[in-house]
């Protein structure tokens, strides 16, 4: 959930109240129930959190009775120092900001002329916390480690999306304003005591950084973890790209590994589209001009990728918005999604169909992202060029895989796949030498699929693949998957099928 406590604005980033929800959302009585029926079926809750900076209405900042203020908490400089903002990206904006109270003597020192700048990345309203001292570094953290057990206390939220974390210790202008070892640091002192306080607890990062390296240093490491999960930044737009250009990225398979493969173990890679910040890109639906084909198509892309998929509210039923943080965060529009549920062929009943597939099979849950290659009417694909398709095959262990084929552009073609490199161990284990294939995805269900065998895996016959749309096969014993009625889930039944066996 985005912030959902007291604050200046709209958008609540700039927090006056952390321990408080806006009362136009609700009590945290409300939040305790959701947080419980959300739980019946086995949903979790987990709230942005600003560790960075705070509201400048908050008291911490604005009390008038400097008793009450922590002035020591923020940055104080005599002079405006005219720093450029933290992030080597975009227009230049300042992060020395005038102190709103003039009059108040911040640095305890009988004088209002030593104190008259404060460092705010983002905003003159948002002041930065003071991560640089190690007196108010430690009480910082001992407050947010506090609203934490708060909440998790009082309701059973499940963890915390963080914000800004790569901004929490200033040593310098430029690259000296981001990513510094104290934060990680700070980031790795947060960890010990999330987990002490329930080692089940989440904390999901916000990094959007301009290489991948920097990205990964935020889940630490297995001896030294900082976050459990991570946004996928700059991927986002490699994925809409393929719908936008009607092809592959040069980059779309590399930049998915250069993470998953890395990752530490325990550790989780979050993928999506785009959210409510702009630099993120206009609404999905905005984006591909709100042609249902399009707007399916790349769900059935990210939604069958390996990661955990993000799905922005409105995005499952085609909610356009565009410009700015406003024009992409407008409120739901509930009629629309209660038409389109009663529609089999929406866009929401096709999230639901795939996430229904997605969830069922265990490869497409838990299984990594392989890359095979793919001829078409083009020749064979390469994993680092770009292409009108692309197959990956999803796989947990050598006893089944789930091939998934992408057709990104309006050409229809006839498709063989080398799965050589993927089936040949489950091959070498069968007694039979051959896999049986299953169609498992909608409008190809009366389509039959060869086995798999020594002399067809280099050379797979798919048949005739229409444009913009997506095969998916699953290959194995396919028994554990069926239900009292012998029927096992596919996007033309997913939206009934239930496990009546379990």
Not at 52 to 62: E, K, L, R, T, Y
Not at 320 to 326: A, F, H, K, T, V
Request: glycine share 6%; net charge neutral; with cysteine.
């Amino acid at each position: 959930m985005m912030p959902i406590f007291e604050s200046m604005s709209d958008h609540g980033y700039d927090c006056t109240n952390y321990y408080k929800i806006k009362s136009n959302l609700g009590t945290t009585n409300d939040l305790k129930e959701l947080s419980i029926e959300a739980k019946k079926y086995n949903i979790k809750l987990i709230l942005d959190l600003v560790n960075n900076h705070v509201g400048s209405a908050h008291p911490w900042f604005s009390h008038p009775d400097k008793n009450q203020r922590k002035d020591h908490w923020f940055i104080w400089s005599p002079v405006d120092r005219r720093w450029g903002p933290p992030w080597p990206w975009g227009t230049y904006s300042p992060t020395w900001r005038k102190d709103p109270y003039p009059h108040y003597d911040r640095t305890g020192s009988g004088r209002n002329d030593d104190d008259t700048w404060f460092y705010g990345a983002f905003d003159d309203k948002m002041p930065d916390f003071n991560y640089n001292n190690p007196n108010s570094r430690k009480e910082v953290i001992d407050e947010f480690v506090k609203i934490m057990k708060y909440w998790y206390d009082e309701t059973g939220i499940s963890g915390f999306r963080c914000d800004a974390v790569r901004y929490l210790v200033e040593n310098g202008e430029g690259a000296g304003q981001r990513d510094q070892k104290e934060t990680h640091e700070i980031w790795r002192e947060y960890r010990r005591r999330v987990e002490a306080i329930d080692p089940e607890l989440i904390l999901l990062s916000e990094a959007p950084t301009e290489d991948y390296q920097t990205m990964l240093r935020y889940y630490g490491t297995e001896a030294q973890p900082e976050f459990h999960a991570g946004f996928h930044f700059i991927y986002n737009y490699q994925l809409m790209e393929t719908l936008k250009l009607y092809r592959r990225p040069a980059g779309l398979l590399r930049d998915l590994h250069v993470i998953q493969n890395n990752l530490p173990r325990g550790t989780q890679d979050f993928i999506f589209l785009t959210n409510h910040d702009q630099f993120t890109g206009d609404r999905v639906a905005t984006q591909l001009q709100n042609q249902v084909f399009r707007i399916k198509s790349i769900a059935s892309l990210y939604l069958l990728l390996s990661g955990a998929p993000t799905i922005y509210y409105g995005e499952e039923y085609g909610m356009e918005g565009c410009c700015n943080d406003p024009g992409i965060r407008q409120p739901m529009d509930w009629r629309r999604v209660e038409n389109q549920l009663n529609d089999p062929n929406s866009i929401v009943n096709h999230y639901k169909r795939i996430l229904k597939i997605r969830n069922h099979y265990e490869p497409l849950r838990l299984g990594r992202s392989i890359y095979v290659r793919t001829q078409s009417v083009d020749g064979w694909d390469d994993y680092n060029r770009e292409s009108r398709w692309m197959t990956l095959v999803r796989k947990v262990n050598d006893n089944e895989l789930v091939i998934i084929v992408h057709g990104f552009s309006g050409i229809n073609s006839r498709i063989h796949l080398n799965l050589d490199g993927v089936v040949s161990t489950m091959l070498e284990k069968s007694n039979v030498k051959r896999l049986q294939v299953h169609n498992i995805m909608g409008s190809y269900m009366n389509i039959q699929y060869p086995e798999i065998n020594e002399q067809n895996k280099r050379y797979y016959p798919m048949g005739e693949h229409l444009g913009f749309t997506t095969k998916v096969l699953f290959v194995g014993n396919i028994d554990k998957y069926r239900d009292r009625n012998g029927r096992y889930p596919t996007y033309e039944n997913a939206l009934g099928f239930y496990f009546t066996n379990k």
